[in-house]
């Protein structure tokens, strides 16, 4: 066991929390350097170890034709392109679920004060069993402009609350978080830090710049916990 059984165990927040998120027309709060040291260091060390061999590549390019299909000026679209390693946790058989169990991973995301916290800064009551799931981004890797909503999902359609969990080892330069509030794409959080945790109602426009690099062992780990609101 790696992580902590509980989130409170892992973090050190500020006394005084921001106003939630439900009703405001700011979607995400961000808390930064919040890990504590010891446990950003075992975790990385985990994450490295073992979740590595479980990632997937996935690559989502520009399609030529949203620029050479065009008919009409200012008529663009542009469907969500990343470039990141990923896996869901979300299937208690798999081998990549027993991995993250061994380490602790599994049971930190799913304790009960990750929920209290994340049910506190959203101002939602959430529904018990989250979706699980941890990027990890190297040097370059990225993910454009998308807005993750749902509306052919029935309990997702009306919105959902993410905590994410961000570890970046110290090869990391920076990451930019890039979103939309008030119809203005005009808000930024530098998260390509030590650590940080965020909270977010979804959907909202957002994107990820390419994360830079001091070398190429450059790594900032995303641990996704997404709650469907009651």
Not at 153 to 169: F, K, M, P
């Amino acid at each position: 066991m790696t992580f902590p059984n509980e989130f409170r165990d892992a973090v050190r927040m500020p006394r005084e929390l921001p106003k939630p998120i439900r009703g405001d027309t700011d979607r995400l709060r961000w808390f930064a350097r919040t890990l504590r040291p010891e446990v950003r260091k075992a975790g990385l060390a985990a994450l490295e170890r073992t979740m590595t061999p479980y990632l997937r590549a996935v690559r989502t390019r520009v399609d030529p034709e949203t620029i050479h299909g065009m008919t009409a000026n200012y008529s663009e679209t542009l469907p969500k392109s990343l470039h990141n390693n990923t896996v869901m946790l979300n299937n208690a058989r798999t081998a990549a679920y027993r991995a993250a169990q061994s380490i602790g991973l599994v049971e930190f995301l799913t304790s009960g004060s990750l929920k209290e916290f994340a049910e506190t800064v959203s101002g939602f009551s959430l529904e018990q069993g989250p979706g699980l799931q941890v990027i990890c981004y190297k040097p370059g890797d990225y993910v454009g402009p998308h807005n993750d909503h749902h509306p052919e999902e029935a309990h997702l359609r009306d919105g959902y609350v993410d905590l994410q969990i961000t570890l970046c080892n110290d090869h990391v330069e920076r990451q930019y978080l890039l979103y939309e509030r008030d119809g203005f794409f005009n808000q930024q959080v530098n998260i390509g830090i030590p650590s940080g945790v965020s909270v977010s109602m979804l959907p909202f426009w957002h994107q990820v710049t390419p994360m830079v690099g001091k070398n190429e062992n450059a790594r900032r780990w995303l641990l996704l916990v997404s709650f469907v609101i009651r």
